[in-house]
């Protein structure tokens, strides 16, 4: 007999976890994590509010105090990075970052509150600190102690910033402080110091808002300056990071947009009073973002690129020529990106071509419906739909060229394309014809004569259109209009013009019409005898 039929195996069922063990691990990471994190933060706290209080009732003299204070953190700073040296505990690490803040405080009330140090000294010796803390966690590996540092070194100057300041120099700290966490999460990879840092400096956005108090003058230049400096030390981070990993997620690509819509918004804030200088401050944008598209970054990264770069462009355009050119720069986005998603067979990129197209379809209706122009033909109403109308030429002329990678709703929008292209030109010609001959919006004999004449001919080229690219719609579309055109001439221009309009109404519509009738002929002819 077998083995195994004497002594058969018997599995042990893995016991469930148990919950006395569930209820440790979240006491675990209350004791250690935040109830140490409550401490630290409580420290700083303290240090400060006594620092206020002595210096409120005079009870140490400021030299001692920021003595006292550089000691203190010097001490702690190298007491946590020696204990993080045998052993890597979140103490350790807590104790390092608040010996940092300690000393980023000491130096900050040295040359702000208490003045007695020159601010390139304290500069200087900030960054001194700052290399220190950045060296001990490279060294250390830890992020923990990048983190705590700069929260140390962003909140120094929220905690002490009760009066007057100077926001160059604050603008100088926050440029420095930022840049040495930067290349230290660059250099190790820190993902979590990148967004850290730029989350810190935003909250500082509205201390350099332009303002005028008493004895302080704060310009939107100078506005324009610490943002343009802090989005250049955010962008390249992320650039250089993206190279140096050769990979990204939806994490950094959200990072980088929110850099790029933080950075346009103070130009919006900024230059909003002067459309064209806002125009070239984003065309400018735009350029730096779209030539980052040829950097050796992952292609996620270059496609992100180029639609922030394509979004300000079309704010840059739409700031120097208003609501007209954005919507025929929509139409052009719309054709090329429906362009590039057939070329590379990706379906959501000619989804999101539709879906411009649409939009400048609804922009280029609104314009029509709502504008009031001068002249006829040469206006930017004109512009605006000719250019709508082009883009969507262009991709009807595509759908009806491919039939491969499309999908089958995508081939279903043929029809509605050129229906829409009907409509918008014959929209369009009719509002010129208005424009031109109804000088104070009142509609006159020759108003209505020229109108009849316009759609006999649009109406002639939908036909000849249709028998040209053997498209039966197209017939269809131009023999309606036919027929619009044939109602309007009875019942309105031969009952309602003068006789010399009505002579021309009807030769005119007659001529067409035999013309068109004896093409029609013509091509029956030919079908029947092949």
């Keep these: 007999m077998p083995e195994d039929d004497v002594y058969p195996s018997l599995s042990v ?18 004791g ?57 505990t979140l103490v350790a690490e807590g104790v390092t970052g608040l010996g940092a803040s300690v000393i980023y405080l000491s130096l900050w009330g040295a040359f702000g509150p208490f003045h007695l140090i020159d601010y390139r000294v304290a500069f200087a010796a900030m960054i001194a600190v700052s290399a220190a803390l950045a060296l001990v966690a490279w060294s250390r590996k830890s992020e923990n102690v990048a983190l705590l540092g700069l929260a140390g070194g962003y909140l120094t ?7 007057p300041f100077d926001r160059g120099v604050l603008a100088v700290y926050l440029a420095v402080l930022s840049g040495v966490m930067l290349m230290l999460a660059v250099r190790c990879r820190y993902r979590r110091v990148e967004a850290a840092s730029f989350a810190a400096a935003l909250l500082y956005a509205p201390v350099f808002a332009p303002a005028t108090a008493a004895g302080d003058v704060w310009t939107s230049n100078q506005s324009l300056l610490v943002a343009s400096v802090l989005f250049a030390e955010f962008a390249l981070a992320l650039l250089f990071a993206a190279r140096r990993e050769q990979q990204v997620d939806l994490r950094r690509i959200g990072l980088l947009a929110a850099e790029v819509l933080a950075y346009a918004a103070v130009l919006e804030l900024e230059l909003n009073w002067n459309g064209p200088v806002l125009a070239f401050a984003d065309a400018a944008f735009a350029a730096v973002l779209l030539a980052a598209v040829t950097a050796r970054v992952p ?19 739409e700031a120097w020529g208003h609501g007209h050119a954005l919507t025929a720069t929509i139409a052009v986005e719309g054709a090329a990106l429906f362009y590039t998603g057939l070329r590379t067979d990706r379906s959501w990129m000619r989804t999101g071509g539709f879906a411009l197209l649409a939009l400048a379809t609804a922009g280029a209706t609104i314009h029509l419906l709502g504008d009031n122009v001068k002249y006829a033909v040469f206006n930017v109403r004109t512009f605006t739909l000719a250019t709508v109308v082009v883009a969507l030429l262009a991709v009807l002329a595509d759908l009806r ?22 409509v918008l030109s014959v929209a369009g010609i009719t509002a010129d014809a208005v424009t031109a001959t109804a000088a104070d919006g009142t509609w006159t004999a020759a108003t209505q004569t020229t109108i009849s004449v316009l759609w006999s001919i649009a109406a002639t080229a939908l036909v000849a259109l249709g028998f040209r690219f053997r498209w039966s719609l197209a017939r269809w579309l131009g023999i309606a209009l036919f027929g619009a055109t044939i109602f309007k001439v009875f019942t309105v221009d031969m009952t309602g013009l003068d006789f010399i309009e009505r002579v021309v109404s009807a030769i005119v519509l007659g001529a067409v019409l035999v013309v068109v009738a004896g093409l029609y002929q013509v091509v029956m002819l030919r079908r029947r005898a092949s």
């Design 13 to 30: 069922p893995t016991p469930p976890r148990d919950a006395d063990e569930q209820r440790w691990n979240v006491e675990s990471v209350i």
């Design 401 to 422: 060229a491919r039939t491969e990678p499309l999908l089958h709703w995508e081939r279903d929008l043929t029809p509605a394309l050129l229906i829409v292209i009907s």
């Design 157 to 163: 100057p929220v905690l002490l910033m009760a009066g």
């Design 299 to 317: 292609v996620a990264m270059r496609t992100a690129y180029a639609w922030l770069g394509i979004g300000i462009l079309t704010r840059a355009v």
């Design 32 to 88: 250690s994590r935040v109830l140490l994190g409550a401490g630290l933060v409580s420290l700083l706290a303290g240090t400060v509010f006594f620092v206020k209080l002595s210096n409120d009732n005079q009870w140490i003299p400021p030299q001692v105090r920021i003595l006292c204070g550089l000691i203190a953190g010097l001490a702690l700073m190298l007491g946590g990075a020696w204990r993080l040296a045998k052993e890597r």
